[in-house]
């Protein structure tokens, strides 16, 4: 959908091209902002501007990616070695294949101990039933020295607001009104959200196991959206 007071066309700096391109606006809102040439949208800009900053030569890296297509995943396999993918299927073993993508829960992974440098998400950890497993999760299959860099919605507020949980396997209580995103993996099915990450998403990280962890505010199109881009290092003095 387009909104035509809001639609804009302006030339700048894509961190995922590397070059000055058209960006286009449909919307007031980041994700209607995008790069015309490489369809990132300012999420994803921003999440590899952060890794810029931090890993500015990453052609080694291991990398894992929570998702199996999209720009981002294009800008670890160009510029990565080693890049894993998965997507998360209800009815395939974690391990297994759907359609030649890997189904990984990230509750519970199936790769070994200090399997990569670098994973990342966009979008994800919302949608995590038990998300203290998953970040513990990803901080034990980062090699020393490893980062996670990642995005979820991030709101002002200090504290996470817990939307529903587990109270075991397939039983699930709702302690605010259902809030759902659509998943485009999955054909628009839309997808549970258990919260709203806080500023404490910071000590939540350390509480998995992680040493360090910051929130960095993106600023990556010629636009006002400024994206929040968390990073989590696995070891102290990697800053
Ligand atoms: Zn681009």
């Not at 007071?5 to 091209?17: G, L």
Request: proline share 6%; glycine share 6%.
């Amino acid at each position: 959908m387009v909104s035509w007071r809001q639609f804009s066309i302006k030339r700048h700096f894509c961190s995922v091209c590397n070059a000055v391109r058209p960006m286009v606006r449909l919307d007031n809102n980041e994700i209607s902002a995008r790069c015309t040439v490489c369809r990132s949208t300012s999420i994803t800009l921003s999440l590899v501007a952060a890794l810029n900053e931090i890993r500015p030569n990453f052609t080694n890296l291991s990398c894992y990616e929570l998702s199996a297509r999209g720009p981002l995943l294009n800008y670890l396999n160009k510029h990565g070695s080693d890049v894993r993918c998965s997507e998360y299927y209800q009815q395939i073993t974690p391990g297994g294949y759907f359609q030649g993508v890997q189904c990984q829960d990230v509750q519970s992974l199936t790769y070994a101990n200090q399997s990569f440098d670098l994973c990342t998400s966009t979008e994800v950890f919302e949608h995590v039933p038990d998300d203290h497993r998953g970040f513990a999760e990803i901080c034990r299959v980062l090699k020393p020295g490893g980062v996670f860099v990642f995005t979820v919605p991030l709101h002002e507020m200090d504290k996470t607001v817990e939307r529903a949980r587990l109270i075991e396997p397939g039983k699930l209580e709702h302690l605010l009104v259902p809030e759902y995103h659509l998943d485009p993996i999955r054909g628009h099915e839309p997808i549970l959200v258990y919260r709203n990450y806080g500023q404490d998403i910071v000590s939540r990280l350390l509480a998995a196991g992680f040493a360090h962890a910051e929130i960095k505010p993106i600023k990556s199109t010629p636009w006002a959206f400024i994206t929040p881009v968390v990073i989590a290092y696995r070891d102290e003095g990697d800053i």
